[in-house]
């Protein structure tokens, strides 16, 4: 199985060996980390440089956008290019606490499109409260492709997002009670859908209130896989095509 989408930092996870030894042994054979501000881009080149089973994407997020500066933006295409990135992100638009810098946001995200482009990368995109504004921009860059990391829309805006050739990142949400994520699964299904934790956020049922990590990817591949009606080993397999695809993981 792969986690397509989480964090790892030293401010998180006390060990990260362990963090990284217990993913592999609950049969998590690759794991992308997002590195999305100026600090934990540096952390997570580090990190993944050295495990040879851990990847990476690198991208401002949007809740930087007061903060990034030209020359920032700068480093990070330097970054991009001396650096075995496999995607930028996560890079987006969030608007959960309001939309005053909304127009910072979207010139951030139009700018870190245009990096995309030019390297041949795939995106992990962010997007909360932003769906329609998300799409007009995603649109505007039709030779890339990405993931919708965290998703939580409706069916509709996920049928959206396929259509433009983008896979739809599923996490712990569909195991939470309260959640209609699997609506959305249900109706998707597995060649859109790829697995992630956004560790160490968003830890799945039973483990909620817990600090989360890439080990507890089975938990979700046995809900989705309970949802569809098929086995853990298929949503393994065909999730794990779709992400070594869309990433082109070596
Ligand atoms: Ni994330």
Redesign the pocket.
Known sequence: MIDT?C?ISREDYDDIDLIINEAINSGVEKIII?G?TKDSIVESLEISSKYPNVYITIGYHPSEADLITDSDFDLLEEQIRNNDVVGIG?IGLDYHYGKENAELQKKLFHKQMVLAEKYHLPVVI?SRDATEDTIAILKQYPNVIGDI??FSGSIETAKIYISMGYKIGIGGVVTFKNSNLYKVVENIGLDSIILET?AP?LTPTPFRGSVNSSKYIPIIANRIAEILGVSVNEVDSITSKNAVCLFDLK
């Open positions: 989408h964090h997002s999305c996560e962010h990391h965290c956004d956020y």
